[in-house]
């Protein structure tokens, strides 16, 4: 399962964030998820569930923030609302996504013994 293999390397963010330490406890992730980047995210809280276990996420929550998918002009930065045509209505150049197919580690909370 894809959500797998987020939480994987989720887990392996978290550790490069922690680094050598030893005397610290990740108590919270939180991570940004758009809504376009493909993730189902009760699947994501259960692979977490699962996986965290024997990890160094082992006693941290999760928080996810949903991001909502956001489109831009390239050339004038005008938004393009959701649902209305991925062209610019000025320029007429197409749009780009400039929010919502994000996966990011957004902060790690440790606690320190
Ligand atoms: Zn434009």
């Known amino acids: 399962m894809?959500?797998?293999?987020i939480v994987q390397s989720l887990v392996d963010s978290v550790a490069a964030a922690v680094g050598t330490r030893t005397d610290a406890v990740v108590r919270s992730v939180r991570?940004?998820?758009g809504e376009?980047?493909?993730v189902d995210c009760g699947l994501l809280t259960t692979a977490y569930e699962v996986f965290r276990a024997g990890t160094l996420c082992?006693?941290?929550a999760m928080t996810i923030d949903r991001i909502p998918a956001r489109w831009e002009c390239p050339l004038c930065g005008a938004a393009i609302p959701r649902g209305a045509v991925l062209?610019?209505?000025q320029c007429h150049e197409p749009a780009f996504m400039a929010a919502g197919d994000e996966i990011i580690l957004q902060r790690v909370?440790?606690?320190v013994a």
């Open 2 to 5: 894809h959500e797998y293999s």
């Open 87 to 89: 062209q610019c209505p």
């Open 31 to 33: 991570v940004s998820i």
């Open 36 to 38: 376009v980047a493909g």
């Open 109 to 111: 909370e440790l606690e």
């Open 58 to 60: 082992e006693n941290a």
